[in-house]
């Protein structure tokens, strides 16, 4: 290959194009035209003298030359940002970018809603893109950069990624205002006697971490509702008689509907990482985005 032919901008075609295995995707991704990419790959076929992607019936699948090329290709992109990236300035107040964020529904209610507010302010050319966490799916759209940062429990951080635990959390006890056996004080008789909203990620579930808390002092409580998140608890407990527990992050706007009070027995917490892929880690605007994202956690 003749590398004065060699333009940097057909390398981060390929890229994109070995990422999502889709044309119109990785045009999309790259905002070009459909056509200019398909272009850009005309000459990348001719430069390693190879196919590099054969039409399929979704998408375009690499060809084994591509496939050796993928990992060395990334690596090296990698290195060509970290060197632009060292020592230059981000200025958010001019940034045109989008960020993906991806994190639990209590996580997106309690810090990353009050990151956009702010970051509309701040940063009024960023736009940011939610998603609902995926552990499995994560390490492969970090390492692509469709996420650039995640949010979990440390001990879910895949290891070769990068974790910032940025707080911890508790629990507290919910009831409506006006509840007709809950007025001031919560013993654990009634605790246990009232019907509970208990959240289920997956679907189903009647039991958690409060059921274990309780068995050790020898008591049980009525599960009455499950539900998948827990956005959805406070909603129900304050149209309901029924109580739950919830984080305390994303019920502390919700004392004109609710009753806030410590758990009669003790159940543990939990706390909340930021994870990020090393591709990310030197980047002014991802440092400068990292540094936003745990000054709103603070």
Known sequence: MDIN?????????????????????????????????SAQLNRLRDLFGDPLMIPAQ????????????????????????DVLSVGAGFDPA??????????????????????????????????????TIDFEALPRLAERGDVDVAFMTPDLAPKHMHARTLFDEHYVAIARRGHPRVAGALDLDVFCALDHVVVSP?????????????????????????????????????????????PSRIVADKTDRLQLFAPPIPVPGFSIAMVWHQRAHAHAAQRWLRERIVRQAG
């Open 5 to 37: 032919r060699l333009d940097l901008n057909l390398l981060v075609a390929l890229e994109a194009l070995l990422a999502e295995r889709n044309v119109t995707r990785a045009a999309k991704r790259l905002r070009l035209s459909q056509p200019a990419l």
């Open 58 to 81: 979704r998408g375009v699948v690499p060809t084994a030359r591509a496939l050796e090329l993928e990992a060395p290709l990334r690596a090296a992109l990698d290195e060509v940002r």
């Open 94 to 131: 001019v940034a045109d970018m989008t960020v993906s964020l991806m994190g639990a529904d209590a996580v997106q209610y309690a810090l990353l809603m009050p990151l956009a507010f702010h970051l509309a302010i701040e940063a009024p050319g960023v736009r940011i893109a939610w998603r």
């Open 202 to 246: 997956a679907g189903g579930g009647f039991s958690g971490a409060t059921d274990v808390a309780l068995a050790a002092h020898g008591r049980r409580r009525r599960v009455a509702l499950s539900v998948p998140n827990f956005l959805m608890a406070p909603e129900v407990v304050a149209r309901s008689d029924m109580i739950a527990l919830a």
